[in-house]
Structures are given as C-alpha cells and as structure tokens.
C-alpha cells in the first residue's frame, strides 16, 4: 500500500513532487524510497518526474504521462500503464515484470537491462528503444512498432510477433525459431542469417527484406501469402496513439477510425486459423477493445487481421 504522503504529494504535481523527490532521493542521507504501490494514478500527468528507486509495485498508471521521468531501478512489477507516455524516460534496471504496458510509448526510452519479464507490450511503441540489453521472458509483443530498431543478438525465440511492424529493423543473426509473425510488416527489413525455422509468416510483409543466409526450414509462408482470405481492404487493427483512437490500419492509407457498435470480421490465427464476424467494442474504462460475437465476447490484440464487415455479423 502507497506512503499517503507521498501519494498526496504526488497529486499536487510535478514540480511539486520533483521539488521534495530530488532532496529526498539524491540528498537525503539516507535517501528516501517513495512507496506508491497499488497507487491510483490514472492519467497523471508527470513529465520530468524524479522516480529512481521508487516502488510501484500494482500501481494503476493507465494513461498516464511519464515522458522524460526518472525511473532508474524503480519496481514497476504488475504495474498497469497501459496507453502510458514513457517516450524518452530512463527505465535503465527498472523491473517492470508482468507489468501491463499494452498501447504504451515507449519509444526512445533507456532500457539498459530493464526487466520486461512476463509483460504485455501489444501494440506498444518500441521505435529507437535499445532491446540489446533489456531482460524478455514470455513477453507479448504482437502488434508492437519497432520499425528501425537494432535487434542483432536478440533471442526472440517463442515470442508473438504477429502483426509487429518490424519495417526497417535489423535482425541480422537473431533467434526467431517458432515465431507467430503473421501478418507483420517486415519490408526492408536486415534478416540475414536469422533463425526462422519453424516461424509463421503467413500475411507476413517481406518486400525488400534482405533473407541472405536465414533459415528458413519448415517456416510457414501461407503460399501465397494471402492469410485466410485477405483481400486489399484487409488490414490490422491499431492503436492511434496520438489521437488515442483504434481503427484498421492498411499500409500506406490512413487509418479507417473504428467506433464501438461497428461491424468488422478479424482473423483468429493463433487459435483456429479463421475469421470471426462481430460488433466491435471498446471499454473506455481499460482502453481494452473487444469483439461481440453471438454466443462469446473476445478481447482484441493489436496487430490482428481486421476488416470491416460487408453485411450483417448475426
């Protein structure tokens, strides 16, 4: 449970905090842990702020603004940000395992042997994030942007990269043996002597990618790439983090913007291989979008096949 004092202080801002933060972590001898577990912190706006060593432990950070903020070793564990601004913030040794960081910014953030064990980064935004050095076990990476980030040396193997946009990154030598990378963007990409045996890339987007070298041994290309019945007004769903909004994203359109009640189909390749017709709906409250069936309601991944229904879902 969150020190009430520093919860309150917090509340009052950032300069607030930062003022009492720096004498009480830099210092104070001896420095001071700010404790705001299992915090409620929705959509606080901290820019800047000064965090090191602070426990966080099952705080709710859901939409909060964190860019530039000092988390250097801070306990994040199952803490909630999702749709969080961490754009530019030092989370160098932070342990952020089984956190929930679906939707977050996490792009240009230091992540020198930060600890992402367990943690769902779908949909997150990864672009000129360092992963040479940052801790993965059973990460959920589908739908995440890391287009143009060095991943040589990385071992992915096992991971759900289904739906990444991996344009541009190099991922020269690394281990993707048994991957679901299914309808991700890997245009441009550096897989020289990768490790793709066994990997999914079905829908997957290879123009210009460089495969000199990689293995490709038992990998599933999906024929013709086609995935399932994938037409031109196939796509995936994305999140807009700027606008914070949730539409179908076709690779060089704008975004066709989805609204709670719409009709869409969405393609299920990770557990029957089949498209599912239904109403799509959002949980304002979660920033988590479904998908209502007749008989079953089932939560929605970014980076999965989605497009709009042409008649009736019932």
């Known amino acids: 449970m969150a020190n009430q004092e520093h919860l309150a202080l917090i509340r009052q801002g950032v300069q607030a905090w930062n003022e009492w933060a720096e004498w009480a972590t830099i210092r104070s001898i001896p420095p001071i842990t700010p404790d705001l577990s299992g915090a409620d912190l929705k959509n606080a706006d901290l820019p800047g702020a000064i965090l090191p060593g602070a426990n966080l432990i099952q705080a709710d950070l859901q939409g909060a603004n964190l860019s530039g903020a000092n988390l250097q070793s801070a306990g994040c564990r ?3 940000l999702q749709g969080a601004n961490l754009s530019g913030a030092d989370l160098s040794r932070a342990s952020f395992e089984d956190a929930n960081l679906k939707n977050a910014n996490l792009s240009n953030a230091n992540s020198e042997y930060t600890d992402l064990g367990g943690a769902d980064l779908s949909g ?4 000129e994030f360092n992963l040479g050095h940052t801790i993965f076990r059973k990460v959920n990476l589908s739908g995440v942007n890391l287009s143009g980030v060095n991943l040589s040396g990385v071992n992915l193997s096992g991971y759900l990269l289904s739906g990444a946009n991996l344009s541009g990154a190099n991922l020269s030598g690394v281990n993707l043996s048994g991957v679901n990378l299914s309808g991700a963007n890997l245009s441009g990409a550096n897989l020289s002597g990768a490790n793709l045996s066994n990997a999914k890339l079905r829908g997957a987007d290879l123009t210009g990618a460089n495969t000199e070298g990689a293995d490709l041994t038992g990998a599933d ?3 013709d790439n086609t995935g ?16 914070g909004e949730f539409g179908i994203h076709h690779r060089g359109k704008p975004m066709d913007l989805l609204i709670s009640g719409d009709n869409i189909d969405v393609y299920d390749d990770v557990y029957d291989g089949s498209w599912h017709s239904g109403q799509f709906i959002i949980n304002f409250d979660s920033g988590i979008c479904y998908l209502r069936e007749r008989d079953e309601t089932r939560m929605l991944s970014m980076g999965i096949r989605a497009r709009r229904a042409k008649g009736p879902v019932y």
């Open 221 to 223: 290309m999906g024929g």
């Open 78 to 80: 199952e803490a909630n």
């Open 124 to 127: 997150a935004d990864l672009r």
């Open 228 to 243: 399932g019945g994938d037409t031109e007004e196939t796509g995936v769903l994305d999140y807009d983090h700027e606008r």
